[in-house]
């Protein structure tokens, strides 16, 4: 995007009934329709005074549309020497094992020190489909730590985009979860969108939305909290957090969707509390990773073991032992 824009206009007669992408496209030269997409998805545009995330809202006459176009990026990311464990690589995608704290790419307040720099100087050769975003298929929260696979060429990297489409990848994550009284199996299947009053948030308790999908297992208890493995259906941002907020079992240190710590305890609920008191962020790991390469046809699966402060909270509030029940 060339430049910050704001603008109001109203939908005349002969505009109703447009998708709210095309008719922004149509007023907003030099914006691609997938900018305008993330726009919308991230609350730049206003529709009769009300945020609006839905790309694909049908307008109405006389609705006034009002939007605001972000500050573009000042450069195209470039390629810095930071640790990254690359687990697989071949010419077309490779897979990698992103640490915590680690932005996926660059966005407003990171513009560098992101997977997307790391990767420019550990694999050059990256698809250009966003030159923002080399190589990025999916991403990970910055406090979630584990599996991504990227991709090297555009072909393999719009192969990829449909198997995340049509939920052709294997992403299965572990978690510690506040409460042990979540059930043995579970999933959550709702309709998934921005949180209708804080807008960092989002929420499966929406009225319409994308259809969200999350299924997990318990791999053990303790007094506090239980040891869960998260399957993904759908792939939304904060899905899983969100998911097991709203079942009543945050994820251990989530700032934005948990809750804070019981005080007090005793015996070894003061044990497990400590424990978690010292885990630094969400304790979110994206574990698996599976899927049938687009080029070869190879049936690929990679796991990736947690983090030392994820496996130290695991072993000490649940034993060595806890992660068996995986395959």
Same mark, same amino acid.
């Given at each position: 995007m060339e430049a910050a824009r704001e603008g109001t206009e109203r939908v005349d007669a002969a505009q109703a009934g447009e998708r709210l992408d095309a008719w922004l496209a149509g007023r907003l030269e030099g914006v691609t329709r997938s900018q305008l997409t993330r726009v919308v998805t991230q609350g730049g545009v206003r529709v009769?005074?009300?945020?609006v995330t839905k790309?694909?809202?049908?307008?109405?006459?006389?609705?006034?549309?009002?939007?605001?176009?972000?500050? *573009?990026?000042?450069?195209?990311?470039?390629?810095?020497?930071?640790?990254?464990?690359?687990?697989?690589?071949?010419?077309?995608l490779a897979v990698v094992d992103k640490p915590a704290a680690m932005v996926v790419h660059p966005a407003a307040g990171h513009p560098d020190g992101t997977l997307v720099n790391a990767l420019l100087h550990h694999l050059p050769e990256l698809s250009d489909v966003d030159p923002q975003r080399p190589g990025i298929v999916h991403?990970?929260?910055?406090?979630?730590?584990?599996?991504?696979?990227?991709?090297?060429?555009?072909?393999?990297?719009a192969a990829l985009g449909r198997l995340f489409q049509t939920h052709s990848i294997e992403r299965r994550y572990v978690a510690v979860v506040l409460g042990?009284?979540?059930?043995? +199996? /579970?999933?959550?299947?709702t309709f998934y969108g921005r949180h209708p009053t804080e807008r960092l948030k989002f929420s499966g308790r929406v009225a319409r939305g994308r259809r969200a999908v999350t299924h997990w297992r318990?791999?053990?208890?303790? +007094?506090t909290m239980a040891l869960v493995a998260v399957r993904l259906e759908t792939g939304r941002t904060h899905q899983i957090r969100v998911h097991l907020s709203?079942?009543?079992?945050?994820?251990? /240190?989530?700032?934005?969707?948990?809750? *804070?710590?019981?005080?007090g305890g005793a015996g070894r609920a003061a044990v497990?509390? @400590?424990? @978690?008191?010292?885990? *630094?962020?969400?304790?979110?790991?994206a574990e698996t990773l599976g899927f049938r390469h687009p080029?070869?046809?190879?049936?690929?699966?990679?796991?990736?073991?947690?983090p030392e402060d994820m496996a130290a909270l695991v072993a000490q509030v649940f034993g060595p032992d806890a992660l068996s029940g995986l395959d």
């Open positions: 009769d005074g009300a945020v790309a694909g809202l049908k307008l109405r006459t006389g609705q006034e549309v009002r939007w605001t176009l972000p500050e *573009p990026a000042s450069a195209l990311p470039v390629a810095q020497d930071l640790p990254l464990e690359v687990v697989y690589a071949d010419r077309w991403r990970l929260d910055q406090d979630t730590s584990g599996l991504l696979v990227v991709a090297r060429d555009a072909a393999t990297h042990p009284r979540l059930a043995d +199996e /579970g999933s959550a299947d318990v791999l053990a208890r303790a +007094e709203e079942a009543g079992h945050p994820v251990v /240190g989530d700032a934005l969707y948990g809750r *804070p710590l019981p005080k497990e509390l @400590a424990a @978690a008191r010292r885990m *630094p962020r969400q304790a979110l790991h080029a070869t046809g190879e049936t690929l699966r990679f796991r990736a073991p947690l």
